[in-house]
Structures are given as C-alpha cells and as structure tokens.
C-alpha cells in the first residue's frame, strides 16, 4: 500500500499550530489587522536582519514587488529578461505597459547569459530583470558592468534566493532591487506574500507609499499606488516560519545530496551542483533528460512518474516566450532561444521539500535508475 502513496513535489512549511493560536489570540487582544501592524512590524525587521539587507518592505505576494519595483524605478520602454522563469516575472512587464525582450540562459545555471544582453539593447532599453532562476545566483558582478555601460536599472526577480549567499553576502544586495516570493511552495512561506529589496531608505520610503495606494499622509497622495500591505496573521505565522527555516534548509541539503549521489551515473541525467563560496537554499532540484542518452523522453519518463504517484512539475515549461501574450514578440522566437528552449524541455523538478521522507526519495530514485 505504501508503495503507492503519493509523492507531491512540494509540501508547505507549516508552523507548530499551537504557538500559531497563541499569536492569533493576541491579534484578536489588539484588534489591528493590517497597515503595519505589530507583527508586521516586527516580520520586516526580522527579516531584514535574518536575510542581511538594510532595506526590505512587506507585500501580499511575489508579484506585486516586480510590479512596483518597475514603477519605482520609473522603467520605460524595453525590459531585458529571461524566458525561463515563472510568468509573473514577465507579466509584471506587461502590467507596467512595458515590452519585454528575451534573451536567452546559461546551460550550467539557467539563467540569463550576461553574454547574449548586450544585443538586445536598444535605445528603448531602460531596465534588465534577471531571475535567480532555482536559487542559483546570477553572474551579478557581469550583468551590473552592463547596466553600467549603458545606464541601465536592474531588478532581480529573486523569489527563488530566499536566504542565498555568496560569501556570506547577500544576493539581494546586489542591482536596483530585488523581489521574493514567500508563496506556500517556496522555501520560506506565509501562505502569500513577498517582498521588495531595496538599498537606501528615501528609496523604500517611495515603495511603501507605492503598496499603501500612494498615501504619504493622511491626506497627501503622491503616487497612484496599489494596494499590497502584508495582514498581521501572515506577519505572525510568517515570523514563526522564520525560525525554523533554517533547520527546513538542511533537510533540504540531505534530500538534494541523496538524489546528487543516486543519480550521478544515470546516463542522460544532468543534474545542477553546488557552487564554491555559494550558500544554497534547495528550493528546487531539477534534474535534465537527454531522451538520447536515457533511453527515453523526459515527458515519458514524468508520465512514468506519475504512474508511481510520484508528482514531479516541469518548470520551466513551456517557456514564458510561448505564450499567446508574448509569443509574437521577436525576441520570442524559439532560434534566439536555443538554450532556453532545451532546458524547458529536458526538465523535471523532482519532489524536494524539508518534511520528504528517506523511503519516498529512494521510491523516486528508483523509478529514474528503473
Ligand atoms: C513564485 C514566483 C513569483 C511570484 O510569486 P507569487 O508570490 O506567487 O506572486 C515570481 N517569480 C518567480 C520566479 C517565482 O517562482
């Protein structure tokens, strides 16, 4: 019987529901919901201090930071960025009446390939939004030079990077900005919600007059905001996550370590490795099928999966240059996206979460080695 339960590709940190109840049961005592609120408050602070930033601001969602990080910024015209990325990372282009230009990623990482940027700047450029695409850091240091040559902002989609470091540096410290996600799949969750990253405080003044409908007073309004203030419940549950994250990380490492040894001498398995200097987080652990090497596709081999009741997701694909919205922009066209376009169909995220027990990662090894 066990043989057939279902594995799920992701499973949410949850805090202890009692330490929860006790921090609603004080929410209730002070009657403050939102617009920073105690817990807020106190997430924000902790959660800069935890993710070595000065400044971090609070949203509802992942989105909504990419959203109003281009309004921020006051990013016109083209927005550089890659295919191989969740939509929201391209949406937010959208959302801002901006055109997105792709460029295409780096086999090794998956992201953007600061090699191939320069060619796609045009007089129109004014931003570059690359992701750390599996929480794998950027080439930053290459894509900054860039930005710098030809003025240009850059915005990390970061939603994967909860926590990454490079040298005990932060990789949200590098650009204009950068974004999380803290959605329940992600490493660090409270339930949704986000947040924006930025490096000086005139600056995060402006974001939080952005997400709190532009108001700057009670009634001075100096920009047409949005609405995506974080609730004192998700503050709450989100500050109780906070401490067990860590522990959720190194789990993670052993789940990612036990698939890294298992699967080296599969032929037509690629795997992603560590890198030297790099705090990882695991958020997620792609693995690369070579149908000519493996004997069969990676489609074949999901199905096979699933036959299993293992759930594994193909991200990313399709990519997000072939969707109705995008697909008839130039830079969308699959022979300026050779390396993207492969990735995306080689890819399978294996299950990868903190609470993943030893037996159900031998099932899933089993299954790939057949
Ligand atoms: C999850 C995710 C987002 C969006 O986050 P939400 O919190 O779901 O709105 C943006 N970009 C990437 C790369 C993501 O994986």
Redesign the pocket.
């Not at 969602?61 to 909504?64: A, K």
């Given at each position: 019987m066990s043989e057939n339960k279902t594995i799920t590709v992701t499973s949410p940190l949850l805090p202890d529901l009692q330490e929860f109840e006790k921090l609603l049961e004080d929410i209730w005592q002070r009657k403050w919901l939102t617009n920073n609120g105690h817990y807020h408050m106190e997430l924000e602070t902790a959660l800069a201090k935890y993710l070595g930033v000065e400044y971090l601001s609070l949203f509802t969602?992942?989105?909504?930071p990419?959203i109003t990080a281009l309004q921020a910024l006051r990013i016109t015209g083209e927005v550089i960025t890659t295919p191989y990325?969740?939509v929201?990372?391209t949406h937010?282009i959208w959302w801002n009446g901006l055109r997105p230009v792709f460029v295409d990623v780096e086999e090794e990482t998956g992201n953007i390939d600061p090699e191939k940027i320069e060619a796609a700047i045009t007089p129109h450029t004014t931003a570059i939004m690359p992701?750390h695409?599996y929480g794998t850091p950027c080439n930053m240091k290459r894509i900054q030079e860039i930005a710098d040559i030809y003025g240009l902002k850059v915005i990390y989609?970061a939603?994967?990077a909860f926590g990454v470091k490079i040298n005990g540096e932060s990789v949200l410290n590098a650009g204009d900005m950068s974004?999380l996600?803290?959605?329940a799949?992600?490493v660090y969750n409270t339930v949704?919600?986000?947040a924006l990253v930025c490096h000086d405080a005139a600056t995060k003044k402006r974001i939080d007059y952005l997400k709190n409908f532009g108001f700057a007073g009670e009634t001075t309004v100096v920009a047409p905001g949005i609405n995506s203030k974080m609730d004192e419940i998700r503050a709450a549950y989100g500050l109780l996550n906070l401490k067990q994250v860590d522990a959720a990380i190194a789990k993670r490492k052993i789940v990612a370590e036990r698939y890294r040894v298992a699967l080296k001498d599969v032929p037509g398995i690629r795997m992603m490795y560590d890198i030297d200097g790099v705090r990882h987080n695991y958020a997620y652990f792609p693995i690369f099928v070579d149908e000519t090497q493996y004997g069969i596709s990676r489609d074949a081999l999901y199905e096979k999966l699933k036959e299993q009741n293992i759930f594994g997701r193909r991200y990313f694909y399709p990519l997000i240059s072939t969707f109705s919205a995008y697909k008839g922009l130039e830079s969308a066209n699959p022979a300026n996206l050779p390396v993207a376009t492969r990735m995306a169909n080689e890819v399978i995220c294996l299950p990868m979460y903190a609470g993943l027990k030893n037996d159900d990662v031998e099932r899933v090894i089993t299954c790939i080695r057949k």
């Open positions: 969602n992942g989105t909504l990419l990325s969740f929201a990372t937010s992701v695409v989609d939603a994967h974004t996600s803290f959605h799949t992600k949704e919600g986000g």
